[in-house]
């Protein structure tokens, strides 16, 4: 399974646009990027997924360039409700169904 | 559509106890997995099950955990005699069943915040 790099921290403030950017060198042809948030005593919450070039949902932007070996979740106007942990996985579709999280990236939002 | 359910929330053992977790999927998700995360921890991948079957444990330690989703009902995972370091939370998440074009996310529960005593 490739293996993710993040930050383990960031800052931000309300209303800015929040930028986090996660590497994986060793992403295979086969593999996908798919990011979970999750909130202090919550389970993971799927944000958005992705194989290559842009993604778009309502809560966020998933930008991955041609080689693939990084991805970036943009997210938007951030907001308090936003502080979170955000995790980066790699992945195949198919065959073993495990995900497998590093430790994430701690979002702080400040007012 | 409710979301899947943990039971309980929070568990208190004391040492030597056994410690029952339950999950149910998602209506209409026949795949459920089960996570542990430490403090500060990303989650820790454990058993992956369907209906009966366990289809991935490689996981899961070999002794005192255990881990079933019968025909009926949620699905289970048991761990016999705790010690300290079982202390964590336990998340369970589901899918639905594959689909031709691959690809799926996993819905994860609340977890039961484990405590051992």
């Known amino acids: 399974l490739a293996k993710t790099t993040q930050p383990i921290s960031m800052d931000s403030y309300e209303g800015q646009e929040v930028n986090i950017t996660c590497s994986h060198n060793?992403?295979?042809?086969?593999?996908?990027i798919t990011w979970y948030q999750q909130f202090p005593s919550q389970g993971p919450r799927f944000i958005i997924q992705?194989?290559?070039t842009k993604v778009t949902n309502e809560v966020a932007s998933l930008f991955i360039p041609a080689d693939r070996k990084s991805s970036t979740l943009s997210l938007p106007r951030v907001s308090l409700s936003d502080t979170a942990v955000y995790y980066c996985?790699?992945?195949?579709?198919?065959?073993?169904?495990?995900?497998?999280f590093g430790s994430g990236t701690r979002l702080q939002v400040q007012p | 559509n409710a979301g899947v359910m943990q039971n309980p929330r929070h568990l208190v053992r004391r040492r030597g106890q056994e410690a029952r977790l339950r999950c149910s999927p998602m209506?209409?998700?026949?795949?459920v997995y089960w996570y542990r995360q430490l403090p500060e921890e990303g989650l820790k991948f454990m058993v992956y099950?369907?209906?009966?079957?366990?289809?991935?444990e490689s996981g899961m330690p070999k002794e005192r955990f255990s881990a079933e989703f019968p025909k009926e009902g949620p699905s289970i995972l048991r761990i016999q005699q705790v010690v300290r370091g079982d202390s964590a939370a336990y998340f369970c998440?589901?899918?639905?069943?594959?689909?031709?074009?691959?690809?799926?996310?996993?819905?994860f529960g609340p977890g039961t915040r484990l405590l051992v005593l």
């Open positions: 998440a589901s899918s639905p069943r594959d689909r031709e074009y691959g690809g799926e996310t996993q819905y």
């Open positions: 099950l369907q209906k009966e079957n366990i289809i991935d």
């Open positions: 992705g194989y290559k």
């Open positions: 996985l790699v992945g195949p579709f198919t065959g073993r169904r495990a995900l497998t």
């Open positions: 209506k209409g998700h026949s795949h």
């Open positions: 060793n992403i295979a042809t086969n593999d996908y």
